[in-house]
């Protein structure tokens, strides 16, 4: 079993919907969560970050933790097709990155349809 | 522009030979790392350096070189005894004390 496990879809939804991006993860020590966005053929970017449990919101985008279940979305509302693009979870168990490690998920690939 | 480069964007190998990926960073941060992406894979860790002249090796590191003799440079080498190179190579940086780090566009290699 992964550590993180991500639905790579792909997703495809119309232009102006609600769309539900999540990640299950199995190791309890995780306390940091993020969210990248990649656009095809370049680096992933930091989207969103969070620390234990509860909601972040920026602009469009939602980042939800609940760690009793083990489980982060991100929510993006009134989607773009600039949305398009894959999306990766990411989570590590340390405050000290040089001492962390970090564990990516697989990404899921979403479309928005014009 | 305050960012991480790499270069070459693309890049062709012939087998049997090394070569040499850059990545380039003037963030001021002090850990480095290197990820290989393949399809339906995520990211996995290759080597990471957390100062200039050390580094560990992550997870996927056999067939791979690096060096960290500046705190802005992170050169990866390919060498020959990596068995299956072809992929998207990714560089990151962070800054001492962060959790999260930020990746440079990117450089693919094709092994012909």
């Known amino acids: 079993q992964k550590e993180v496990e991500q639905d790579p879809g792909p997703l495809s939804v119309p232009e102006g919907a609600i769309v539900s991006l999540n990640c299950t993860y199995s190791n309890s020590a995780f306390q940091y969560f993020m969210w990248y966005r990649q656009y095809s053929r370049k680096g992933p970017e930091l989207l969103m970050y969070t620390y234990s449990s509860g909601n972040k919101e920026d602009g469009r985008f939602t980042a939800q933790v609940d760690k009793s279940s083990k489980y982060i979305s991100l929510f993006i509302r009134d989607s773009q097709p600039s949305d398009s693009a894959t999306y990766l979870c990411?989570?590590?168990?340390?405050?000290?990155?040089?001492?962390?490690?970090?564990?990516f998920g697989s990404g899921t690939r979403l479309s928005i349809r014009p | 522009d305050g960012g991480i480069t790499q270069s070459p964007k693309y890049l062709f190998r012939k087998e049997g030979q090394n070569v040499t990926l850059s990545c380039e960073q003037n963030?001021?941060?002090?850990?480095m790392y290197w990820y290989r992406q393949d399809p339906g894979q995520g990211l996995r860790l290759i080597y990471y350096s957390q100062i200039v002249n050390d580094f560990q090796k992550g997870d996927i590191a056999e067939g791979y070189s690096v060096s960290r003799e500046k705190k802005e440079s992170f050169p990866l080498t390919v060498t020959s005894a990596q068995k299956n190179p072809t992929a998207f190579y990714l560089c990151?940086?962070?800054?001492?004390?962060?959790?999260?780090?930020?990746f440079g566009p990117g450089t693919r290699l094709t092994v012909l």
């Open positions: 963030l001021n941060h002090d850990a």
């Open positions: 990411a989570m590590s168990s340390s405050g000290y990155s040089s001492a962390s490690k970090i564990i």
């Open positions: 990151a940086s962070s800054p001492a004390g962060a959790d999260t780090q930020y």
